[in-house]
């Protein structure tokens, strides 16, 4: 995706708030109306003291003190129902994100996730997404409530005298604009890089606990913890340079707070020397402006923190954004398989020629095996039948007709595909195979084991079917995973097989019988066995052997 600016990403994240418009601008009036309410009691108190040093006037004070009273708990009303709306605002807009996030993740799957750190997208999806909670609570509606209240105060101080008004006017923009302005430009991409490396750390920390067993076999803990450490020290003195700055930041804040307050007082004070004001507008304004400064300090402090908001939002909206390999095909006419072939097919990957001008025939009903070194372009081959790529030339065809041109839901019911690695998830062996067919039955799902050779083991465990396989299948063996993943091929139960590698972590026995069963169930099925190992193709009709991408 072409890098969008930082504030093309901000109008972008806005524009999520459209469906909770509603919500927003409540948050507003409520925050708007918290805010003044706060604001006004310490304004109140000082205009009981201007008429209590007015002698000639007759003023009684019970009035002054209910309406504090009922200011100060409206005033923490208000601040909940504020909270309250702004917390259910960022959190279902977490939820939309993350639905987005996940739909993007499905329609670039398997092709554009491929060789990305995996650690990293965990990054992505948790906490990234997790930071725009503070965006959407605690960003959006304080700089439409700042605008509101102090536009609101600058009108109440400026009825006393144009010059006070306009010095409140010059107090608010430029602790609540142009200090943050100035404090993103000093924060520079640091927010950026913050982000990039804590996905970074994500992703080796992921790859040191899948990888704890070859550490601990080559004594490699010492140069990881070393790795580690410095990995962490240098994202802890990203960090620390950002708090440095926030505490810059919010010294900075307090200083033109100060500078303004001491220039209203002396402005009143000319004022009221020189007649232009009574003493209520020497002191009324004086305290409105010390105690107006609350919505735009929360403002002050968003130089600092937008620039990790707007970097995981960067982040979140790339995902969303990048376009797919392959967009899902739908509204064509449904077909049934009848053979399937690859013509002229040439593909690149990387800029690296994988295949070239290779053409391959499956024949209905046969079985196609197919063998070569690694990297000559088998596992890619299947790929493209499967439409995970799209080639660069040349045509793939099942049933005659160009996948391309084929419903993707149609072409998936028609195909059973099984990678050189079985994707085990956390649950049991049971649910495990199930995935391949979400309604099949228990006796469906005790058949598919049977052929895969993989029945018996499973009912030496003390649970069974029900038996958990662990995060990742960490409890199987990688031939127990791998026949998990053959038990899924025979579930799905499509006429067009396309199996990897699938018996290449089996002893001679297993695969013997799960080549037996492949061929006793091939019957009304094509079948494409990709294998390295000549002795797993012996089972087919038709033997092509591939060489730098393509058949020799």
């Known amino acids: 995706m072409k890098k969008q600016s930082k504030v093309k990403i901000l109008f972008r994240m806005i524009k999520l708030v459209k469906p909770l418009t509603g919500f927003m601008l409540l948050s507003v009036l409520l925050g708007t109306l918290g805010f ?20 000639a006037g007759s003023y009684s004070f019970t009035a002054l003190f209910v309406v504090l009273i009922v200011i100060a708990l409206l005033r923490a009303f208000l601040k909940f129902g504020e909270q309250r709306t702004n917390h259910y605002i960022a959190f279902t807009l977490l939820a939309i994100i993350r639905d987005k996030v996940f739909k993007a993740l499905r329609r670039l799957c398997p092709a554009k996730l491929e060789g990305r750190d995996k650690g990293d997208l965990i990054s992505l999806i948790t906490s990234d997404v997790e930071l725009l909670e503070v ?99 240098e994202l ?42 009574g003493f209520d507008g020497f002191l009324i304004p004086l305290v409105a402006l010390m105690s107006s400064f609350g919505p735009v300090t929360a403002l002050a402090g968003l130089g600092t923190t937008l620039q990790a908001t707007v970097a995981s939002g960067a982040r979140v909206l790339a995902v969303i954004d990048e376009e797919p390999e392959t967009e899902d095909v739908t509204g064509k006419e449904n077909i049934g398989f009848s053979g399937a072939a690859a013509r002229n097919v040439t593909f690149s990957y990387g800029g690296e020629a994988v295949l070239n001008d290779l053409s391959i025939d499956f024949q209905e009903n046969k079985i196609v095996g197919i063998v070569g070194k690694s990297g000559c372009g088998k596992s890619t081959l299947l790929k493209l039948l499967m439409r995970f790529w799209k080639t660069n030339d040349g045509k793939i065809l099942i049933s005659g007709r160009d996948v391309d041109d084929i419903n993707t839901v149609n072409l998936r019911d028609m195909e059973s595909y099984m990678t050189q690695e079985t994707q ?57 995973r791998q026949r998990i993943g053959l038990a899924r ?58 060489e730098n991408g393509r058949t020799s």
């Open 36 to 55: 003044l309410c706060a604001q006004f009691i310490p304004t109140l108190g000082a205009v009981a003291v201007v008429r209590g040093l007015d002698a």
């Open 236 to 277: 802890t003195a990203k960090q620390g340079k950002l708090n440095r700055l926030t505490g810059t930041n919010a010294a900075l804040a307090n200083t033109f707070i100060l500078f303004f307050d001491i220039a209203m007082l002396a402005l009143c004070t000319v004022l009221y020397a020189n007649g232009v004001i």
């Open 489 to 546: 091929a025979f579930l799905h139960g499509a006429p067009f097989m396309l199996l990897d590698e699938p018996t290449s972590n089996l002893d001679s026995l297993n695969e013997a019988v799960i080549l037996r069963s492949l061929k006793e169930e091939s019957a009304g099925k094509t079948v494409v066995l990709v294998s390295h190992r000549k002795s797993t193709v012996r089972i087919a009709d038709e033997v092509v052997e591939m």
């Open 135 to 233: 965006f959407y609570a605690h960003t959006i509606s304080p700089v439409a409530i700042a605008f509101c209240v102090e536009l609101i105060m600058v009108i109440f101080i400026g009825s006393y005298h144009w010059s006070l008004g306009l010095l409140a006017f010059c107090a608010f923009v430029s602790v609540g604009v142009i200090l943050p302005l100035i404090i993103s430009k000093r924060s520079g991409t640091l927010g950026d890089e913050l982000r990039a490396d804590n996905g970074k750390l994500s992703a080796y920390m992921l790859e040191n606990i899948r990888g704890l067993d070859e550490t601990v076999q080559y004594d490699g803990g010492k140069e990881r913890l070393t790795i580690l450490t410095d990995k962490t020290n």
């Open 424 to 480: 085990l998830f956390k649950g049991t062996i049971a649910g495990n195979i199930r995935i391949a067919r979400l309604d099949a039955t228990q006796e469906e799902i005790e058949e598919a084991c049977k052929k895969a050779s993989l029945h018996d083991f499973i009912m030496t465990l003390p649970k069974g079917y029900e038996t958990e396989v662990g995060e990742l299948g960490e409890t199987l063996s990688g031939g127990e």
